[in-house]
């Protein structure tokens, strides 16, 4: 049987489905991107609240690696109805005002972001069942003013134990203390130190951070009744909570501001941290070290030849807020991420 010769006229061309316009790497500019707040992260998928509607979005090709997170304010373009089965696309991220920021541990370069765009921490923490742990609550602390955040102290379950011993460690920082039992007779409106903290949060942005079983989901739920967040219960054997939330999810609260609440946290690492950087979170105290210790100084004691001391003179408080400061670097120093 004879070979047949094949030609050009055998060749097959497949049309290309998507034209023959040559592809670019210039992006367009999308100026007609609405604008949302990012107010909940899912695997890929993001929840954001538009103007008019709460949707669900992709990250574009245009955002590149840049990752999103709770509160960073984006520019939104698709279907942004918020009908059911829709989806659109994140194609802008705004420059962020503040990130909170965390590493695994303080060997761990990598630096996570957990929350954009907030101007407060909460640091919720009981004052029994489970006890205090004053060592995170520092290193919570260095994270908020490494931030340029500012911080609270929110001492819950304040019915069974007394406070006098945390006041007098962090008040001399600035930091704000408030104490409240919300499961009082007469309910958390009962409270005046919850109605100190719902007023706090007017026009702000506030990340509620503690351990598990601090009633931390308990204080959500009574600042924003429709949050629905699970409450769980304190191991008697380790004395630790069961994590009860496992994201963190943006809440308008009805009387005014937005809150974060983040799952329960066993660590915090603080590896990002540059302690020079952290001292100018107070400006007295940065002023003073810069016109009296020698370059290079840790600040760590009078000894190693830091002129703090000096500077705080016969003066208590300014004694007080020295050593406070100290007492945060050396848990930044300690390189221990509790």
Partial sequence: MARREYDESDAKVRPNRRGSRPRTKIRPAHEDAE????????????????????ITAVKARELGRRGLVIGDRVGVVG?????????????KREERATALRRTADDTDATERVIVANAG?????TALADPEPNPRMIDRCLVAAFDAGMTALLVLTKADLADASELRGAYEPLGVRV???????????EADPGFVELRDALVE???????????????????????????VGIVNDVTGRGRHTSTSAVLYEVPT???????????????????????????????DAADERCPRGCTHES???????DAWAGDEPD????????????????AGEAY
Avoid: W
């Fill in 35 to 54: 604008p949302g707040i990012v107010i909940g992260v899912d695997r890929g998928r993001y929840t954001v609240r538009m103007d008019d509607a709460v």
């Fill in 256 to 286: 005014g501001g937005r809150i974060v609440d983040t799952p329960g946290v066993r660590s915090f690492g603080l590896a990002h941290v540059d302690p020079s950087h952290f001292i100018l979170a107070f400006p007295d105290i940065a």
């Fill in 120 to 124: 407060q921490l909460a640091i919720v």
């Fill in 178 to 188: 408030l104490e409240m039992s919300v499961r009082r007779d007469g309910g958390p």
């Fill in 302 to 308: 009078a000894e190693a030849g830091c002129e703090l």
């Fill in 204 to 230: 702000e942005t506030t990340v509620l951070v503690g351990y598990s079983g601090v009633g931390k989901s308990t204080l959500v739920n009574a600042l924003v009744p429709d949050a629905g967040r699970a």
């Fill in 79 to 91: 279907d942004t109805s918020g009908r059911p089965d829709t989806l659109a696309r994140i194609v």
């Fill in 318 to 333: 300014r004694h007080a807020r020295v050593d406070s400061i100290r007492r945060l670097l050396a848990s930044r120093a």
